[in-house]
């Protein structure tokens, strides 16, 4: 894609003499802005009306997820891949950026961390799930990092099911997936005494979405290969612990995502995002979106600015869906976008190379 500057426009007012001296008035000037050009390997800002770029801020390789939380944008690299992407790798790759979008400017946060998960956490900062190989000897954890100084505090906790793990915050506690002697769990942990809770569940966890009105959390199950678990959420109690499975097909969802009364997701393997309803009929609503890319799959879904936004990098492309009519709107990237971001203000999205 190309951005072509606009000429300057030049208005000149002409106003009759006021005195003897014949002054004429003073024209004004103008100046139109062209839209930053989106570089590959960056976080972009778009703005959510106009959806032209207004920022933007290279962070490094491969950035997948972006979180914004505590007045700053949070990137991850290396985690996430498809056909074509980074191989799940543990060599030091993985790591995590800090955007302010105040000054644009980009900062690796650093205490050895390995991200394969991110979210936004309590006051205002960011919880990050490490990933170890088994022969680096060190356990996994979860950290949170403070988004002003940037200080770590952990919870040790137990193996999870692979390169991917899912992590939240809602209700006061932090979240994580896990392993128990029945198979499948959701660890939740006590933020400020570390105490842990495994709660069963029938399905391994995927990523997690926090519904605030109902004090659920919502988890996709599709965590595996297709047709290795039924493609579907976990709606879990907070409190109680009980849950119930929500079927999803013909969408396998991923990254699940909460606004008002729905539930919205990507579905991973193909040109469609799900919504399901948190109240009254729980069945399924498949939105297709008109890629040119008739097997580009669905990345990222998130909610804000009025919308719903998704990403499919192999179509190049970022979604504006309107809530309410399901009406999609195309915005052309001209490198990979894989995951999305979106506030009152802004969408973030991070892209890739060719």
């Known amino acids: 894609m190309r951005w072509f500057a606009l000429p300057i426009v030049i208005l000149a007012a002409l106003t009759p003499a006021c005195s003897s001296s014949g002054a004429v008035g003073v024209g004004t000037v103008t100046d139109v802005v062209p839209p930053p050009k989106v570089v590959p390997n960056s976080v972009v800002r778009i703005d959510p009306k106009t959806l032209k770029p207004v920022q933007v801020v ?11 939380a505590g007045g700053y944008i949070w990137v991850t690299h290396h985690m996430l891949s498809d056909q074509n992407g980074p191989a799940d790798i543990y060599n030091g790759a993985r ?8 000054t644009g400017k980009a900062r690796q946060v ?3 961390l390995s991200p394969c998960g991110l979210s936004a956490g309590p006051s ?3 919880l990050v799930a490490n990933c170890f190989p088994r022969s680096s000897g060190q356990t996994p954890d979860i950290v949170r990092v403070d988004a002003k100084t940037l200080e770590l505090k952990s919870w040790p906790v137990p193996g999870g099911h692979g390169f991917f793990r899912g992590v939240g915050y809602g209700g006061g506690w932090v979240w994580t997936d896990g392993v128990d002697n029945n198979g499948s769990s959701v660890i939740r942990i006590n933020p400020h005494t570390g105490a842990e809770r495994s709660i069963h569940v029938r399905y ?3 990523a997690f979405a926090w519904d605030a009105g109902h004090g659920d959390l919502w988890i996709n199950n599709s965590g595996g290969p297709v047709g290795a678990y039924p493609a579907s959420f976990t709606r879990l109690d907070a409190k109680t612990g ?3 499975v929500i079927g999803t097909a013909p969408s396998h969802p991923v990254f699940p995502a909460v606004a008002g009364d729905t539930v919205w997701a990507a579905d991973w393997y193909g040109p469609q995002v799900v919504r399901v309803a948190i109240t009254g009929s729980r069945m399924p609503q498949i939105i297709p979106l008109p890629t040119t890319n008739d097997s580009a799959g669905v990345w990222n879904v998130a909610a804000g ?12 492309t970022l979604w504006r869906i309107n809530p309410h009519t399901y009406a999609v709107t ?4 001209p490198y990979l976008p894989t995951m999305v971001a979106a506030n009152a203000s802004g969408v973030w999205v991070t892209v890739r190379g060719e």
């Open 58 to 68: 290279p962070v490094g390789n491969d950035p997948d997820l972006v979180v914004d």
């Open 95 to 102: 790591t995590l950026t800090r955007v302010d979008p105040s």
């Open 110 to 112: 650093g205490g050895g």
């Open 124 to 126: 205002g900062g960011v």
């Open 204 to 206: 391994p966890p995927g």
């Open 242 to 244: 009980t849950s119930s």
């Open 305 to 316: 600015a009025g919308y719903i936004w998704a990403t499919t990098p192999r179509d190049g």
């Open 330 to 333: 195309r915005i052309a990237m």
